[in-house]
């Protein structure tokens, strides 16, 4: 039955990073079309994202080895880091609309 979570997790890892590919594509697209802080920013958030996704992936596998202890000290300080990138992509994006919508009016 453990293989099987395994795969559901493999799987799941799987589209979240087909997902960050998917919108790293769509916010480089916005940055050559439009070049402003605000796209620039939600591509940094977008590349920074898959990086910490794989920086996470890395130091569990290497904490593992170690203690559980060190699975618990590297999952504490990736809750604190992950949701940097988001954030950078979050105010890019609320940048961005303020824009666009002040252009419409």
Do not use: D, N
């Not at 202890?69 to 940048?95: D, K, Q």
């Amino acid at each position: 039955m453990g293989e099987a979570y395994t795969i559901y997790f493999a799987i799941g890892s799987i589209l979240a990073v087909v997902a960050q590919l998917i919108i790293i594509v769509g916010s480089g697209i916005l940055v050559s079309k439009r070049k402003h802080p605000s796209t620039i920013l939600m591509l940094i958030g977008c590349i920074l994202s898959l990086f910490f996704t794989f920086l996470g992936f890395a130091t569990s596998m290497l904490a593992a080895g170690q203690s559980p202890e060190a699975v618990l000290t590297w999952s504490s300080i990736s809750a604190m880091l992950s949701p940097l990138p988001h954030l950078l992509f979050a105010i890019g994006l609320a940048m961005y609309a303020f824009k666009r919508v002040q252009k419409a009016s």
